[in-house]
């Protein structure tokens, strides 16, 4: 690991510029901005870590496939990352332009820095590193996803048409952050997630409402009465079926979670919160680890202008977040059912690129490797985490594939993904280079 940590001191500067040169280059899948030239540049960014690079061809935007074969009897690695990212959003809103990397305070502003381009980078660097020092200790497949950012739709179906070409033995990842102390943090899953909408419509236009409040429906009110249904105030989710299928957390699982630390307090802080959602009386970070309902808007389609009127449609952009066990199909069929008994006429609406809950057990044979080693490269424990709370593609590899996943996260809290000034802290950046070789030499020892 030394001779990886003066590597890595050695090219600092050339690892910044290579970042700031892939944040350079636009790739909004939901918009299509910039997502050709760069599947291109990702194809010709794998071979400088040894690589041998194609396309795969999904029906949507390819993905990006690398591959290098390792000693005999080491373990066969999937490195999974994605090089799509959200679209910028008001630049009004942005100290620097989003596609311009700019560093600041010791952090690289750009939309992708820390979701995901700087986390993958970091992991090609750690494979750069090892084959530039030595050699590779694993054998190790890198998959880009281009659809990460709109649910990765045709990740697992394009993965099984990959399956036979690799005897691969687990799954590594890094995306989101760490912890929220701040700590060095292993993940072993996520939450899957289930976007919809749900429309109402009364008249085919607004009606005046002086000359027809009480004689039409209102939209507006059928829908709130409608949610009020599917979740109490008391925070539990009403949607009958929406659970089955769920898996408590184990044994191990469930001593993982205890023994993370938490600040509430100040964590609510950080976002501006002085409370927490209902229930009362569930901790921070078991809410963490069970399924949500959101309303994410609430809308007349007036584009916010205000007049006395009774609104023709009404609409409610919501998700679920789905734990081990629950399926999206099961979800989407239980709100179906609900809006049949409830609301008749109310419509539900699935935008796909649904996501399903990834599971992998702390006693699963790779964790505690894995676990030492980011330890280990951060010179402190590493936290285990038995999932994120938000939500990635990797059941298509865990469930899909068969795979066990374990997330190593290197971005910090404050990232910003998603949003304006979204930023990595470069300290992070290079320690996670070092971090995920070193990952892959104690791997190796396994052979």
């Not at 000693?71 to 990212?85: E, K, L, Q, R």
């Not at 739709?153 to 394009?158: I, K, M």
């Not at 009020?228 to 898996?247: H, N, Y």
């Not at 501006?272 to 809308?299: H, K, Q, Y």
Request: with cysteine; aromatic share 4%; hydrophobic share 40%.
């Amino acid at each position: 690991m030394r001779r990886i940590e003066s590597y890595v001191e050695q090219y600092r500067e050339r690892h910044e510029a290579e970042l700031a040169e892939w944040i350079g280059v636009p790739s909004v899948s939901a918009t299509g901005e910039g997502m050709a030239d760069a599947a291109g540049f990702a194809c010709a960014l794998l071979p400088r870590s040894g690589l041998k690079a194609r396309q795969v061809e999904t029906g949507g935007w390819p993905l990006v496939v690398g591959r290098a074969e390792g000693p005999a009897g080491a373990p066969h690695v999937v490195i999974y990352g994605h090089y799509d990212v959200q679209p910028a959003g008001p630049l009004a809103a942005w100290d620097s332009p989003p596609f311009e990397a700019a560093i600041r305070d010791g952090r690289m502003y750009g939309r992708g820095t820390g979701d995901n381009k700087g986390q993958h980078l970091a992991q090609l660097l750690a494979l750069r590193a090892l084959s530039e020092t030595g050699e590779l200790p694993c054998g190790v497949t890198v998959l880009l996803d281009g659809e990460e950012e709109i649910g990765s739709p045709n990740l697992e179906s394009a993965l099984a048409g990959l399956r036979d070409e690799w005897n691969a033995d687990l799954v590594l990842w890094s995306d989101g952050p760490v912890h929220d102390s701040g700590e060095p943090t292993v993940s072993l899953g996520v939450r899957g997630a289930v976007r919809f909408e749900i429309r109402v419509h009364g008249a085919p236009a607004a009606l005046h409402s002086g000359n027809w409040g009480g004689v039409g429906p209102n939209p507006a009110w059928e829908l709130v009465w409608l949610l009020s249904t599917m979740r109490s105030p008391e925070g539990e989710i009403l949607v009958k079926g929406i659970a089955d299928g769920m898996v408590p957390l184990s044994p191990s699982e469930r001593d993982a979670l205890d023994a993370l630390p938490v600040d509430v307090p100040a964590a609510l802080a950080e976002v501006g919160l002085d409370r927490m959602d209902v229930p009362e009386g569930v901790g921070f970070n078991d809410r963490l680890a069970l399924p949500t309902f959101s309303i994410n808007s609430l809308s007349c389609l007036d584009e916010g202008d205000h007049r006395t009127v009774i609104p023709a449609t009404a609409v409610a952009r919501c998700d679920i977040r789905t734990v081990g066990g629950q399926r999206a199909s099961t979800v989407i069929a239980a709100l179906r059912a609900h809006l049949a008994e409830h609301l008749p006429h109310a419509e539900l609406h699935v935008p796909g690129g649904l996501m399903e809950a990834s599971r992998t057990l702390p006693e699963s044979p790779y964790t505690q490797v894995i676990t030492d080693a980011v330890s280990a490269a951060a010179g402190r424990p590493a936290l285990l985490v038995p999932a994120m709370g938000g939500s990635l593609p990797i059941a298509a590899l865990s469930d899909g594939l068969g795979l066990p996943c374990y997330g190593i996260p290197l971005a910090n809290v404050d990232e910003h993904n998603h949003g304006p000034n979204e930023n990595f802290e470069l300290a992070r950046f290079h320690a996670g280079i070092t971090a995920a070789a070193n990952v892959l030499l104690e791997l190796g020892k396994l052979r």
